[in-house]
């Protein structure tokens, strides 16, 4: 699926943001940026000095922070020059998604009025019963499998980028708008991760695919596990994760969901002092679905499964597209 052209103007920064403050430049945006380049540039170097089992983790962590920031690029931050924040958004240090596509498809998703529709919505993990009946029994019992927290960390993230990189190969095939331009863009600007990594780093591909970017996706699917639930009104399909004091800083306040899905333009930095101020509507709007904290999610929904497979209306109530069911990317 490609993104139409409106839906840039319509969920970026542009005269709301202007409106609301946001300079030109957002310095912390800008500052955080290259504080998470800067610190893989140092931690990949460490490879082969400091335990596997310290080096990771931190891998990890610092490929969801940047994905973060990759998120927030997409919304137009931290300028308004949109060919230099694409420049500043498209080194792949997760390796396995070109920025553009994921550009193209999370606008998509921004669509409020499509969210959750097996069809419509990029990002959706609702089918209806004639796309689920077309699938194996490998794919609907891995598919099943991931409705529990549990195993959507196992297999999450191993299931949603070999399913995405699929779709991406028939796109490219079938020279879909744009998706060979994105693919080439993103070999050129993965060639230098990948020389740093193996060349200057010494660390195999393979390993750094293992250790850092397998498990840095899982923690992003922590933070898009429940984030939307099918609901006849807009505003009630997206939740909000209060009080999360670890995990929310390293998803740049996307946990507040709602808030982003009302206000994309807003700079992470602004978030937790908006949401106190629009709390209390922002609760009523979504019909109350709030979690406590990623713990309060676990607790729910570690091993017993967070909503049924199937779309409750078929499709989301509005207008009706044309999309591909089932191609979430695992960024949220």
Known sequence: ????????????????????????????????????????????????????????????????????????????HPTRWKLLNRTLGVLPLSLWIPFERYRALHLVHHL????????????????????????????????????????????????????????????????????????????????????????????????????????????LLVRSFAEHRARPGVRERTAIVEHSWLLGPLFLFNNLHALHHEEPWLPWYRYQRRYRAVRERLVADNGGLVYSSYFDVARRFLLRPYDELMHPTGRAPGSVGTGTPGVHAGYG
């Open 112 to 219: 409020n009025e499509r969210l959750t529709d097996p069809f419509d919505d990029p990002e959706s993990n609702y089918w209806t019963p004639d796309t689920w009946q077309a699938l194996s029994r490998l794919e609907q019992r891995m598919i099943a499998a991931q409705r529990t927290l549990l195993g959507r960390l196992a297999i999450g993230s191993w299931w949603r980028m070999g399913r995405f990189l699929r779709h991406e190969a028939a796109a490219v095939v079938r020279n879909e708008p744009g998706v060979r331009v994105a693919w080439t863009v993103h070999v050129l600007a993965a060639t230098p991760v990948v020389l740093w990594i193996t060349v200057a780093c010494g660390m195999p591909l393979w390993l750094y695919v293992l250790v850092a970017v397998i498990p840095g996706n899982a923690i």
């Open 1 to 76: 699926m490609n993104a139409p052209a409106l839906v840039d103007d319509t969920v970026s920064r542009g005269a709301s943001s202007a409106a609301a403050g946001v300079p030109a430049i957002e310095w912390p945006t800008v500052a955080l940026l290259a504080t998470c380049l800067g610190s893989w540039l140092a931690v990949t170097q460490l490879y082969g000095e400091v335990s596997l089992w310290l080096l990771a983790p931190c891998l990890a962590v610092l490929l969801t922070l940047h994905s973060s920031v990759q998120h927030e690029i997409v919304h137009g």
